[in-house]
């Protein structure tokens, strides 16, 4: 299994650009997330899904938007760039249902940089 | 929303050395992990603990669900141990898990 994969790596944007940040996952999970991580600080949830068709929103969603097309994929979309969206981001995923089958697996994460 | 609370914030170490990371928590959780944030940025699964005490290696740790808090034992420390740790709790019912701002730890040769 390769587990959580998230592509691009690194990526630089100019304000008011608009990309995808692509993340799936090979465990058959069923919940899936998505995270900011800015320096010094915790994780912030943006958005999150528990299941394909199922999607809502996190602590921090304004200025993204996300689709769950099928159980394995979770894109993070950012329109109209802004340098407050620096930040490295991270996909998650758990089987889901409640107990152990809650704990999560994160990808590597992206590095964002919007000049 | 849940308050996730961890200390100290920063912590340096000499090789060899052992370490308790707290996490205090200010609801009742249904999970609880830690994670290890390696200098790569990768977050590694450490423990899933939402009560009990659990042990892997030099690493163990205790949650006591009922005084709302959890503790992370490092033992013998390596300098791979350095990074940052992570508590982060769910509370029953959300699928939404809270982060605390995490531990710094560096551990020197």
């Known amino acids: 299994n390769a587990g959580v994969t998230q592509t691009p790596k690194f990526r630089i944007l100019k304000i008011g650009q608009s990309m995808t940040l692509q993340c799936t996952q090979d465990m058959n999970h069923n919940y899936m997330y998505w995270y900011r991580q800015d320096p010094g600080m915790g994780l912030k949830l943006i958005y999150y899904s528990v299941g394909a068709g199922i999607t809502d929103k996190g602590e921090v969603p304004n200025g993204y938007n996300v689709s769950r097309s099928t159980t394995e994929d979770f894109p993070l979309r950012l329109e109209l760039a802004a340098p407050s969206q620096t930040s490295v981001y991270f996909c998650?995923?758990?089987?889901?249902?409640?107990?152990?089958?809650?704990?999560?697996?994160f990808g590597p994460g992206t590095r964002l940089t919007v000049l | 929303g849940i308050q996730v609370e961890q200390s100290p914030p920063d912590l340096i170490l000499q090789e060899g050395a052992n370490s308790t990371l707290r996490c205090n928590f200010s609801d009742s959780v249904n999970n609880l992990q830690w994670f290890h944030q390696n200098p790569w940025g990768q977050l590694i699964n450490l423990f899933y603990?939402?009560?009990g005490t659990k042990q892997n290696g030099r690493l163990s740790a205790t949650t006591v669900a009922t005084e709302r808090y959890s503790l992370l034992y490092i033992s013998s420390s390596q300098t791979t141990d350095s990074g940052v740790y992570f508590c982060a709790v769910e509370i029953g019912g959300s699928y939404i898990p809270t982060f605390g701002r995490g531990t710094s730890l560096i551990v020197h040769p």
């Open positions: 998650a995923s758990s089987y889901g249902g409640g107990g152990a089958y809650n704990e999560q697996f």
């Open positions: 603990i939402p009560s």
